[in-house]
């Protein structure tokens, strides 16, 4: 299960509202992606998501109950971010364990969760080595596997794809869009990036100053974009 519906959520900071009344129905196992210009709002949505942000107004549905007033520990979502902290001195196996081990797992079930997340990220070979010792983007698999041995219901990625060079960029595009394959759960993804929002999503959410200008299939906002922001974003030939 990962279906996520907001209900007229709203944002405000102070007086300055910026998230303007929000609607959305997020299906389990959908890959939604949001996109807009800086500032628009993207990540205080999906913080609204996870709960690392409260709404001033409106509702966070998950799985058909009122997430609302939720704890992030409650909600049962894992938030990717684009900077990833791994525990320098932990083994990689270590590193995706130690949520389990906190948890109060036991050995038994921290070693299996592990190992399926190492199979699911193609990880096996690089269990007993420091982070330092790995590629960025084994680096970053790991962080994405200490999010899944939690069984997430869902995924909330928040353009963890800026900080890393264009060939990096690409291999862990298509790790993000097997991972989605293998796994069929929910993933909600903030990206400015154009490309990455048409490879990767089933629907993107067009957003600008808080609210959604269209949300659609990348080949409806590419072929019928509803007015000429929408048209400029995606880059329709209008
Ligand atoms: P995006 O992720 O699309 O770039 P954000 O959601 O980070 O946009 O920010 C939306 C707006 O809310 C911006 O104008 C930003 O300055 C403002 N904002 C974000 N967080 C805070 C905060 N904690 N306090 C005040 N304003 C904030
Ligand atoms: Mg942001």
Not at 3 to 29: N, P, T, Y
Not at 70 to 76: D, I, V
């Amino acid at each position: 299960m990962g279906a996520i519906e907001l209900k007229a959520v709203e944002k405000w900071f102070g007086d300055v509202q910026v998230i303007k009344g929000v609607d959305l129905s997020i299906q389990d196992g959908e890959f939604v992606i949001f996109v807009g210009p800086s500032g628009c709002g993207k990540s205080t949505l999906l913080r609204m998501i996870a709960g690392l942000e409260e709404t001033s107004r409106g509702q966070v549905m998950i799985d058909g109950r009122d997430a609302t007033a939720e704890p992030p520990s409650k909600r049962g979502l894992a938030m990717v971010f684009q900077s990833y902290a791994l525990y320098p001195h932990m083994s990689v196996a270590e590193n995706m364990g130690f949520s389990l081990k906190t948890a109060g797992a036991s050995k038994a079930e921290q070693a299996e969760k592990v190992a399926e997340a190492a199979r699911a990220l193609r990880l096996e070979d690089y269990m007993d080595r420091r982070p330092k010792d790995l590629s960025g983007g084994q680096r970053q698999r790991v962080a994405i596997g200490r999010s899944i041995v939690r069984d997430p219901t869902a995924f909330l990625f928040d353009e963890p794809l800026s900080n890393l060079d264009a060939s990096l960029r690409v291999e862990m595009r298509y790790e993000i869009a097997k991972l989605h394959q293998q796994l069929a759960s929910t993933m909600v993804y903030v990206t400015h990036d154009q490309v990455e929002a048409m490879t990767l999503a089933d629907r993107i959410v067009v957003l600008s100053a808080g609210i959604i200008e269209q949300v659609g299939a990348p080949k409806t906002l590419y072929e019928r974009p509803d007015n000429l922001f929408v048209a400029q974003f995606i880059g329709s030939p209008k």
